[in-house]
């Protein structure tokens, strides 16, 4: 296809992604009520004391529109998890002409996966969100309350749950890379220290600034690209059993076999080193 018929081919896919999103946030706001009462029990599930004195669970509004932009936000979270299979169709049915059988082969496995990864970061985000909060506020004088605005709650719980999500699907991202032959095993072994270590960073940066949130990414995180480095291990041992020059570079030798085989015997070989003197005495 032409550039222009590209450009509009895309064009229309996004038209198309952008209106699912659009119907999925009318969605939302059908269950507006149910998903936030969902998102903020971590928060009502903390002691009294810690929320509000005298019982309950408050969070407050600093302007006039912070309560339509939660909403909003809200409205969109919804729409997108909830058409997430549609629009996604969308952005496969322009991506999909240009791969190979094998190719799309991964595509279907690796698109489940990738879900079932990013939805379980994103439970574990919210399964340890009462209680990172919980060792947050023990910092506060006793005279102080935590009063939270609904926008900044709002923004925890989604930079949570999308962060531990993603972190879950990039080992997945590790198995892609060496399947397709870009990343092998020895260069993970190389960088395992280094990727280790970035896990750590990676959990201490999108998480607060306490070690029950870094070690709940981090560790899982570790767990996760170790296995994802076992399956390289036996994707490259096989790879190698297949073929055995297939992982070297372009500068290296391949190990060549000494003995000759039947088609490289010639005949002058077959007649033996006096068949030239004899075929010369009989001419």
Not at 39 to 46: A, F, G, I, M, Q
Not at 98 to 125: D, N, R, T
Not at 206 to 234: D, H, N, R
């Amino acid at each position: 296809m032409p550039l222009m018929d590209h450009l509009r081919e895309l064009r229309n896919r996004l038209a198309k992604a952008l209106l699912i999103l659009a119907l999925g946030a009318v969605v939302g706001a059908v269950f507006y009520d149910q998903v936030w009462n969902f998102l903020t029990e971590p928060y009502c599930s903390l002691p009294a004391s810690q929320v509000v004195e005298g019982g309950g669970c408050s969070l407050i509004v600093t302007g006039p529109f912070d309560a339509f932009f939660v909403a909003f936000k809200v409205w969109l979270f919804v729409g997108a998890l909830v058409t997430a299979p549609l629009w996604l169709y969308q952005l496969w049915a322009f991506v999909a002409p240009a791969l190979h059988g094998s190719e799309k082969k991964y595509a279907y496995i690796f698109a489940p996966l990738a879900g079932l990864l990013f939805v379980s970061g994103a439970a574990l985000a919210y399964s340890i969100t009462a209680l990172a909060l919980q060792m947050l506020f023990g910092f506060l004088p006793e005279d102080a309350d935590p009063f939270l605005t609904i926008g900044e709650y709002l923004s925890y719980m989604l930079i949570m749950m999308g962060m531990f999500g993603l972190g879950f699907v990039m080992p997945l991202l590790v198995v892609l890379l060496n399947i397709v032959g870009i990343l092998s095993h020895e260069a993970i072994v190389k960088w395992r220290q280094v990727i280790i270590f970035s896990a750590f960073l990676i959990a201490a940066v999108v998480t607060p600034a306490e070690p029950i949130s870094m070690l709940a990414l981090a560790i899982p995180l570790i767990i996760l690209f170790e296995l994802a480095e076992l399956f390289c291990f036996f994707n490259d041992r096989r790879r190698r059993r297949n073929d055995p020059t297939g992982d070297l570079g372009d500068d290296e030798i391949s190990e060549l076999d000494d003995q000759l085989s039947d088609l490289d015997y010639t005949p002058s070989s077959l007649d033996g080193p006096d068949s030239g003197g004899e075929s010369g005495k009989r001419s």
